[in-house]
């Protein structure tokens, strides 16, 4: 990862802490009421919210997890997918029920906390977890990019697509955004670190 991936971590976990401290504002109510009026209903993003179902994140972390053992028997970045995505959902669960925000009022909602999405965040975990390593295995500085761009691009969609179908607010996926790349560069710092140190042993 590029050295600027890490404090943009520090800059997100202070903007989730933010959010936290303001989302009941009347700018924030604002700001959730616009975003729904701009983008609910939109059926091109709301097909984006398959790609954060759990089923379909168990499914592509499992292939991940074939790709590492079969390509390199990389159980340490299995164990960074694990750690990413697996005990990043629990920490969405946990901040959910800590912080208790009810969900928008429609018809059918689901009955869980809404604040931070799991949706945002978790699919932030395993869409940039798949990216590291595949771009981690690619030589071509280009593709490299490309494949970031395209994991910004897939978990911003996933994101928007529980503002388009109501079953957030925007203040919600904002700070699963937040809260998942925080995470995220969390695991991948114990990891690059973990991979240095075993480089050292073995020359």
């Not at 909602?109 to 977890?129: D, K």
């Not at 910004?152 to 203040?171: K, M, N, P, Q």
Request: hydrophobic share 50%.
């Amino acid at each position: 990862m590029k050295k600027w991936f890490y404090p943009l971590g520090l800059v997100t976990l202070l903007g989730f802490v933010a959010l936290y401290i303001t989302f009941t504002s009347e700018e924030m109510i604002q700001l959730d009421r616009k975003m729904n009026e701009l983008i609910y209903g939109n059926q091109f993003i709301t097909l984006f919210h398959y790609l954060g179902e759990q089923k379909f994140i168990v499914i592509m972390m499992l292939i991940l997890f074939a790709y590492l053992w079969i390509h390199s028997k990389n159980y340490r970045g299995m164990l960074f997918g694990l750690f990413a995505v697996g005990v990043g959902n629990v920490l969405n669960q946990l901040l959910k029920k800590w912080i208790q925000r009810e969900r928008p009022d429609i018809p059918n909602q689901l009955e869980s906390f809404s604040f931070p999405s799991g949706h945002a965040m978790v699919g932030l975990l395993y869409v940039f977890t798949i990216a590291y390593f595949a771009a981690d295995h690619q030589s071509n500085k280009k593709i490299r990019v490309l494949i970031w761009i395209i994991a910004l691009f897939l978990t911003i969609l996933i994101g928007l697509s529980r503002i388009a179908e109501s079953r957030h607010y925007a203040t919600d996926v904002f700070a699963g955004w937040m809260a998942g790349y925080t995470w995220f560069v969390l695991v991948a710092l114990w990891y690059e670190y973990r991979k240095s140190i075993f480089k050292k042993n073995i020359r």
